[in-house]
């Protein structure tokens, strides 16, 4: 009985140590568009949800002004964030800020101009 405690004890601090390191590998969230535009999918996954999303947002608002596009907040952005998640899940060593470029121009004519 003891050893199954013991072993028990092993793998419940094994597995928290694990959470721990994984809290601890989260990147904090970017101050500047230069930290945030060097982030991979895999980097920004680890974040807090409501970070991630605040970083996406800040990284396609940015790609949508230069390529002179707006995101709208319909089916149409929607369809974007689908494009970024499964580019995120075929490639997370890939940057963030280089899926959601690339996904704005994917569906950049049926994007409204600013």
């Given amino acids: 009985m003891k050893l199954a405690f013991v072993t028990g004890a ?12 994984q809290v601890a590998q ?3 969230m970017p101050t500047t568009f230069d930290q945030a535009a060097y982030l991979t999918c895999r980097e920004a996954h680890i974040m807090p949800p409501e970070q991630r999303k605040q970083l ?17 907040d319909d089916q149409r952005g929607a369809q974007l964030a689908h494009l970024v998640r499964g580019g ?8 963030l800020f280089t899926v959601i470029d690339r996904a704005i121009l994917a569906e950049i004519t049926k994007l409204p101009k600013r």
């Fill in 88 to 95: 995120c899940t075929l490639a997370p060593d890939a940057y």
């Fill in 10 to 21: 092993v793998a419940l601090l094994s597995l928290a140590s694990t959470a721990q390191a």
């Fill in 26 to 28: 989260a990147p904090a």
């Fill in 56 to 72: 996406a947002i800040m990284l396609a608002e940015h790609a949508a002004r230069y390529h002179g596009v707006s995101i709208p």
